[in-house]
């Protein structure tokens, strides 16, 4: 069974920056990962997602060019460099993990296909 736990939150101003950190306890260096975020009373909604091998990433348009999401499977941690935060990007972000048997290009943005999840890290960017 895996377990992830996130860290790297806080407050910042906007046009900070956050680098987010998600391990894991047991092996995730076979399975897609993927970075999802909920704001307050709103549903959760996917920021960004790595392939097993970590050679393909996908991310939201909102967040494309300033988010960058890594691996290092030898540790079995996911990152998620944030960079020229905006107060929209303000929610609590988790990790998640895509359970299963994949080729090593492949990743998913659809939440319900992950099966691993923290409990969340909150991200408070003021303006």
């Known amino acids: 069974q895996v377990q992830l736990e996130e860290s790297g939150g806080g407050l910042v101003q906007a046009g900070g920056s956050l680098r987010l950190s998600c391990a894991a306890t047991?092996?995730?260096?076979?399975?897609?990962m993927g970075w999802f975020r909920q704001a307050p009373g709103k549903e959760r909604k996917f920021v960004a997602a790595?392939?097993?091998?970590?050679?393909?990433?996908g991310y939201a348009d909102s967040v494309k060019g300033r988010f960058t999401i890594a691996r290092d499977n030898a540790r079995d941690t996911l990152y998620l460099q944030m960079l020229n935060l905006k107060p929209e990007d303000t929610a609590v972000y988790y990790c998640?993990?895509?359970?299963?048997?994949?080729?090593?290009?492949?990743?998913?943005?659809?939440?319900?296909?992950?099966?691993?999840w923290g409990q969340g890290t909150q991200v408070t960017v003021s303006a």
């Open positions: 998640a993990g895509d359970a299963g048997y994949y080729p090593a290009g492949y990743f998913s943005s659809d939440e319900e296909e992950y099966e691993y």
């Open positions: 047991g092996r995730t260096s076979s399975i897609p």
């Open positions: 790595i392939s097993w091998s970590g050679g393909t990433t």
